[in-house]
């Protein structure tokens, strides 16, 4: 537990609320939401692993994470939006990048749309760099595509 907060392993029960998580952290910005479906299907997939947040034994937000050998790559991170600005990403976070070090993973990637400078600010305080940029990688409903930005954080 980091600041209040709890983890627990993201597991076939939790499909339907790991989708509504989704749904509500990336819906308002027109982004595609993962469905029950989507979810299972890469928790199925070989180093994919799945953590949920809790704040006073309420989830309030996820995180998906894929490993091949010292890599990983941030899947998705997603926090309610009643609960953002409230460290519950950076704590989430932190809680991601302690588990994969301690598994031996020593490079964590991850894309985040130019569009969510939140975002951005939760890599940069981490200390993640931009190390390249992805045209229109994220589609945005009837809005332009947005740009990703791929970010790398060395963890050993």
Same mark, same amino acid.
């Given at each position: =537990? &980091? ?14 609320? &790991? %989708?509504?998580? #989704?749904?509500? $952290? ?17 928790? $199925? %997939? @070989? ?20 490993? !091949? /050998? ?10 309610? @939006?009643? #609960? *953002?600005?409230?460290?519950?990403? *950076?704590?989430?976070?932190? =809680? ?9 993973? *020593? ?9 969510? @400078? ?6 940069? #305080? !981490?200390?993640?760099? $931009?190390?390249?940029?992805?045209? /229109? ?5 009837? /809005? @332009?595509? $947005?740009?990703?930005?791929? =970010? ?5």
């Amino acid at each position: =537990m &980091a600041d209040g907060f709890a983890l627990r392993a993201l597991g076939a029960l939790e499909l339907d609320l &790991a %989708s509504e998580l #989704h749904r509500d $952290a990336f819906g308002p910005m027109g982004e595609r939401v993962w469905m029950r479906q989507d979810i299972a299907e890469l928790l $199925a %997939s @070989p180093g994919v692993s799945g953590l949920l947040l809790q704040a006073d034994g309420k989830d309030i937000g996820f995180a998906l994470c894929r490993a !091949a /050998a010292d890599e990983a790559e941030l899947l998705t991170i997603a926090v309610r @939006p009643s #609960h *953002r600005r409230l460290g519950a990403g *950076r704590a989430l976070l932190a =809680m991601v990048v302690d588990r994969l070090r301690t598994a031996g993973v *020593r490079t964590l990637f991850l894309e985040v749309g130019v569009d969510n @400078p939140a975002a951005s600010a939760l890599y940069d #305080h !981490a200390g993640f760099q $931009a190390v390249g940029r992805r045209a /229109a990688y994220y589609r945005r409903g009837q /809005a @332009p595509a $947005a740009d990703a930005i791929v =970010m790398r954080l060395a963890l050993n």
